[in-house]
């Protein structure tokens, strides 16, 4: 698959299956929120489903990505970076000037958002027994 074929497209409800394959952090009615919202975007290669984006709103204001994703077996081609870019450019038409993300200190996608010009902006512990989990790195960039 060529990444020229890249089309990225807002979630629709006949995107379920695929999302919730891949999110397995959102629930059904989350993927039907974000469907009704317009906070969640899919791209697609070749017509075929590559990698999604979901975001929500920091303080109910600053635009957060809470997850990106993109397929194994299409990473590095430059999927991901357009993929953000393209949200990054909806949330500045929109008035935005500040995006928000988070990834956890044991995953490399903190290398991607640094390098993408996101900048650290602290971290949070979640050591209780229900949410132990790596230090959570927070990313914060001007648009």
């Known amino acids: 698959m060529k990444e020229d074929t890249a089309q990225i497209r807002h979630v629709t409800a006949?995107?379920?299956q695929f999302w919730l394959e891949t999110d397995r952090h959102l629930s059904e009615r989350g993927f039907e929120q974000k469907v009704r919202d317009g906070q969640g975007y899919v791209i697609t290669?070749?017509?075929?489903?590559?990698g999604i984006l979901r975001y929500g709103l920091f303080w109910d204001s600053i635009p957060f990505c809470n997850m990106l994703y993109i397929d194994e077996k299409l990473r590095r081609r430059g999927l991901g970076k357009e993929l953000l870019q393209f949200w990054e450019d909806r949330m500045r038409e929109a008035g935005c000037k500040v995006v928000m993300t988070s990834t956890q200190s044991d995953e490399s996608a903190q290398h991607f958002y640094r390098k993408s010009g996101y900048r650290d902006a602290g971290a949070l512990l979640l050591n209780t027994a229900a949410l132990n989990q790596p230090t959570e790195l927070f990313f914060i960039k001007e648009i």
Request: charged share 20%.
């Open 45 to 50: 290669c070749g017509g075929i489903p590559a």
């Open 14 to 16: 006949a995107d379920k």
